[in-house]
C-alpha cells in the first residue's frame, strides 16, 4: 500500500524553539530582585498556517484538506473531507469501505473529529456506513451526545441521510478468510497491520481542528473498540493549544491517554516533538512487552510547529504547508534490530 512505503530521505520539520528568558519577581531578602529564568518556550515566529498533518503517507487526503483550507473554509470542514477520501479508498485496509474485518467477518468503524470550541463527535462499533467521520460530525453538531456506538450509531446514521452499504470488498473478505485458515487471535498490532487516519489542520483564522478514522485492529474481538475514537487518546484539541492524534495498538494508547497528554506537554511549554517523544516513553514505562506492536503519535501546535514519534521504525506521516506536501519519516524509540 502506498503509505506503507517508506521515504528515506524526509527529515523532521523544524520547531523553531528557543530558550526564552523569563524575569521572575524574588523576595528572599525583602527586596524585589529579577532573576533569570531558562524556561523553554516557543519562538516568535509567525504561525506557519494554513496546514494540514495526518498520520500515513496520505498525499490525496492532506491534499483534498489542504484545497478546502485554500477555499477559506474551516479546519472542521478540512479535516473531515481530508480523512473522507482514505475512508472513501477500498484499497485502505484500514479505514472506511475495504477495512479489514472482525474475527467474524464484521467491519466495524471507529472516528471521531473535534472542533476549535472542544467540541467532540464520535461513533464506534458503526457498521455499514462508509464515512463514520461525518456520522462523528452529526453525533456532534445534531445530538446532545458526544459518543454513539453500535446499532444505534448505524440507525442514527441512516436516519441523517447516510445509506448503508456492504463494506466487505473481496480482498478483505480474501485476506479474513486466509487469516481463518489458522485463525491465530493474538490481539498484537505490529508494525504493518495498522494505519489508523489521524488528521490536523489549521485554518487561515488559525483555528485547529481534528479527526481520526479507523476500522481498528484487523481480527479484533467482535465489539472490540480501540483508541481511535475516544476523546484524548485518539485524538485531542485544544484551540488554545494545539492538537494530537495517534496511530497503533489502542489498548496502549487507551492506557496512557496519549493525545491528551501530549497537548497537556505542550500547554506546559514542551515542543510538538518533546511532547510525542514523552507520550511514548510513557507507553514503553507501562508496557514491557512494547517491542511487540507500535504506537505513533503526530502533533501540532498553534504556530502550526508539528512533532512525530514512535516506538518503531516505518511510521511515517504527511505534512501540507507552505505550499508542499510531503511525506516524512518519523524518529522512533526502538533503535535495536
Ligand atoms: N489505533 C487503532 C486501534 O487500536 C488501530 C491502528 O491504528 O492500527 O483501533
Redesign the pocket.
Given at each position: 500500500m502506498k503509505r506503507r512505503k517508506f521515504i528515506q530521505n524526509a527529515a523532521l520539520t523544524g520547531l523553531g524553539l528557543t530558550v526564552g528568558t523569563a524575569l521572575t519577581a524574588c523576595a528572599d531578602d525583602g527586596k524585589s530582585k529579577e532573576k533569570a529564568v531558562a524556561t523553554t518556550t516557543n519562538s516568535d515566529a509567525k504561525p506557519i498556517i494554513p496546514m494540514v498533518i495526518a498520520?500515513w503517507n496520505v498525499p490525496n487526503a492532506t491534499k483534498k484538506a489542504w484545497d478546502v483550507l485554500q477555499e477559506g473554509k474551516s479546519s472542521l470542514d478540512a479535516v473531515e473531507q481530508g480523512v473522507m477520501v482514505e475512508e472513501a479508498d477500498v484499497n485502505n485496509q484500514?479505514v472506511g469501505k475495504g477495512g479489514l474485518p472482525d474475527r467474524d467477518g464484521n467491519v466495524t468503524l471507529?472516528a471521531c473529529i473535534m472542533n476549535k470550541e472542544g467540541d467532540y463527535g464520535a461513533v464506534v462499533c458503526i457498521e455499514n456506513i462508509k464515512h463514520p467521520i461525518s456520522v462523528a460530525r452529526k453525533v456532534m453538531e445534531d445530538t446532545p451526545h458526544v459518543l454513539l456506538a453500535g446499532n444505534g450509531a448505524k440507525q442514527f446514521a441512516i436516519k441523517s441521510g447516510f445509506k448503508p452499504e456492504n463494506l466487505l470488498t473481496e480482498a478483505s473478505k480474501k485476506a479474513w478468510e486466509k487469516w481463518k485458515v489458522e485463525a491465530k487471535y493474538k490481539p498484537i498490532?505490529n508494525v504493518e497491520?495498522?494505519?489508523?487516519i489521524g488528521m490536523l489542520a489549521i485554518d487561515k483564522n488559525g483555528d485547529i481542528s481534528g479527526a481520526c478514522t479507523?476500522?481498528?485492529?484487523s481480527y479484533?474481538m467482535q465489539g472490540?473498540?480501540?483508541?481511535?475514537a475516544i476523546i484524548g487518546s485518539?485524538l485531542f484539541i485544544d484551540n488554545e493549544i494545539g492538537g494530537a492524534t495517534?496511530?497503533?495498538?489502542?489498548?496502549e494508547?487507551?492506557k496512557t491517554v496519549g493525545s491528551f497528554l501530549i497537548v497537556e506537554l505542550m500547554r506546559q511549554g514542551k515542543s510538538p516533538q518533546e511532547a510525542c517523544e514523552e507520550a511514548v516513553k510513557r507507553v514503553i514505562k507501562k508496557s514491557p512487552n512494547y517491542k511487540d506492536f507500535?504506537?505513533?503519535y503526530i502533533a501540532v501546535n498553534k504556530k502550526g510547529e508539528t512533532g512525530a514519534y514512535c516506538i518503531h521504525e516505518w511510521f511515517n506521516y504527511t505534512i501540507y504547508q507552505n505550499d508542499e506536501n510531503k511525506n516524512h519519516k518519523s524518529n522512533y524509540y526502538n533503535k535495536t534490530k
Open positions: 498520520t484500514s471507529d498490532i497491520n495498522h494505519d489508523t479507523t476500522s481498528g485492529l479484533k472490540r473498540v480501540g483508541d481511535s485518539g495517534a496511530t497503533g495498538m489502542g489498548e494508547v487507551l507500535q504506537v505513533g
